[in-house]
């Protein structure tokens, strides 16, 4: 009897140390808050900028009708020289992308006929960065040169628009730069040299306002043309032809 009493007694012992040893395990372990955060199994994606919205273009709209026909029919009124008849065309066109550097340049010249040198160089400056188109910048430096309307002198921008229209092989625009070469300005320094070979060049090209301006240089003479009476009946000579031709293509149009 006595040693069954010892038994349950030693059962008793081990039990309670094995409730014991439980509960310590259970305080050992971290108590999760219920305020706390659970982890999510998600990318972070707090660090990534959000996407900027890309507003669209607004195109611009022309009327439905705008088709070529409209400024083919601009272009043929200029060319015969109904310029008051193809300016209200090209100004129903001028910001759309159906005007080309020939049509621009035509505008700009109308714009220069009734007085609005602002607008005359506007257009030409577009007609010149479409194709480098060498009539419009011979304009633009013709412009610049004479400081015309509110538009200031200056004479060193329009020396550079004649050299590029010269080297594009514009008569006019080699005649300008001569010209300014041969009198100077308060900006560019006179050189007659320069000056006579790009006169030459021209003259002999056919270019009639310098061969009427050589022609008086050898009647006269000057320090790079010796008086020359038979030099100046060649640039005469010419000068004269040229008119005559100049005028039967004007009657011929």
Known sequence: MLWILLAWGSI????????????HKRKARPSISKNQPKKSFHKKT???KPKRKVKALARPTYPNKMTKEGLEKADSLFKTGQHIKAFPLYLDYKDTPLMK???LKNLAIC?????DFLNAQRYFKRA????????????????QLLGISTIPKNALLAKDYFEMAYRMGNLEAGFQLGRLYWFGTNQI?????????????????????????????????????????????KWYRLYNQSISSKNLTLVNN
């Open 189 to 233: 320094e006179t050189n007659l040299p320069r000056a006579l070979d790009i006169l030459t060049d021209v003259g002999q090209k056919g270019n009639f306002e310098a061969q009427w301006m050589l022609a008086n240089l050898y009647t006269k003479g000057s320090p790079v043309t010796p008086k020359n009476l038979s030099e100046a009946k």
């Open 111 to 115: 714009f220069k006929e009734t007085g």
């Open 46 to 48: 707090s660090h990534l």
């Open 128 to 143: 010149y960065s479409y194709d480098s188109d060498p009539e419009s910048a011979t304009e633009l430096g013709k412009i």
């Open 101 to 103: 550097a020939s049509s």
């Open 12 to 23: 008793n012992i081990q039990a309670q140390n094995l409730r014991t040893s439980s509960v």
